[in-house]
């Protein structure tokens, strides 16, 4: 591992922290998270591997990115107020998310001091083709997480901000479609 992935490790972590306290859901809300995976993503994601059981390697790794990053964007937890959308990432949400880092983070480690071999290993018994498959996984498990957590807030925050009808409305809109 070297520095930038560190860093960029680290910056993905810090921003669910950041989100502990109540604050706003702004264009940054959204800008800032996607930006690191993006640099991310063109910096480690040269190709996406698709020999062997490199596919299914990829697609479980996603899976897994979108499950932990629908369950955050849930545990989210939102309010209106004074015409604005407030968040707060509750204690839920951010292991969520500092689970899903960090199992990356862990696994970076673990393989750069004395796990590569049964990486290596691993990967002959399952016919994944090599080291760039485990960088697609990884990247796109990653990118997954981030984009279905912002995607999950950004639709929970628009069903938050519909504007509300009142019962006798409904009541209305109800009885017309009977009579039609």
């Known amino acids: 591992m070297n520095t930038t992935t560190w860093i960029t490790d680290i910056a993905l972590v810090l921003i669910v922290f950041r989100q502990l306290r109540e604050g706003p859901l702004t264009p940054k809300s959204y ?6 995976v993006t640099f991310v993503g063109f910096s480690y994601l040269d190709t ?13 790794l996603m899976g897994v990115g979108a499950a932990l990053g629908i369950a955050g964007g849930v545990f989210t937890w ?3 107020a004074d015409g604005q959308v407030l968040i707060k990432a509750g204690a839920v949400s951010a292991a969520l998310w ?4 960090g199992a ?5 480690v673990w393989v750069d001091h004395g796990g590569s071999a049964d990486v290596a290993r691993f990967s002959v018994d399952h016919r994944i083709t090599g080291a ?13 997480e981030v984009v279905t957590r912002l ?5 929970r925050s628009r069903v938050l901000t519909r504007p509300r009808r009142s019962a006798a409305a409904a009541r209305t809109a ?7």
């Open 31 to 36: 800008l800032l998270p996607l930006g690191i």
């Open 48 to 60: 996406v591997p698709t020999g062997g059981n490199d596919l299914v390697l990829i697609g479980s």
């Open 78 to 80: 939102m309010r209106r």
């Open 98 to 101: 500092v689970i899903g880092m």
């Open 104 to 108: 990356r983070l862990g696994f970076q």
């Open 132 to 144: 760039q498959a485990w960088v697609a996984a990884l990247v796109l498990m990653a990118l997954t």
């Open 151 to 155: 995607a999950t807030i950004f639709v």
């Open 174 to 180: 109800v009885a017309a479609g009977r009579r039609s």
